[in-house]
């Protein structure tokens, strides 16, 4: 190869190397901002947890009174039989219970699809991070080229 070609292709080099030291300077704000928004997802997320393990502990303490209710039910069975405005007024607590219980597993199937969808989008905000590190890399290995082949001619 003669020195003009190599002259040339250094030149060549040297334009790239800049073109991707301005695309990667003008990416640093983009990256910055993905950074953040993963922090925040990630908070999200961990109050999401947080949220979904209340509600869990919330439905174990509904699902324990109403197995005390059920309980007492059994054992008030025979005077109930006798007292229908009594039952009554049961049978309209265990129905507000179950819309309790309904209205809690609702709220856990809403936190769940939200888990869900910060999930995707970590693993989105992920994916980019990995194509950016990537990018990084290869930018890494032609500064390192040149640094090698302007080695080589000095």
Request: glycine share 2%; no cysteine.
């Amino acid at each position: 190869m003669a020195d003009e070609e190599i002259q040339r292709a250094i030149e060549f080099i040297v334009q790239q190397q800049a073109k991707y030291a301005a695309r990667l300077e003008k990416d640093a704000p983009r990256l910055a901002m993905l950074e953040e928004s993963f922090k925040m997802l990630v908070e999200l997320a961990r109050g999401a947890d947080e949220r979904l393990d209340r509600n869990a502990a919330r439905l174990d303490q509904n699902t324990a009174r109403l197995d005390q209710n059920a309980a007492r039910l059994d054992k008030d069975a025979a005077r109930l039989e006798r007292d229908e405005s009594a039952l009554a007024r049961l049978e309209e607590s265990f129905t507000i219970l179950v819309e309790l219980a309904r209205a809690t597993d609702e709220r856990l199937d809403t936190l769940g699809e939200t888990t869900a969808t910060l999930s995707h989008t970590i693993n989105e905000l992920l994916q980019r991070t990995i194509t950016d590190q990537s990018r990084l890399a290869r930018l890494e290995e032609s500064f390192t080229l040149l640094v090698e082949l302007a080695h080589k001619h000095e």
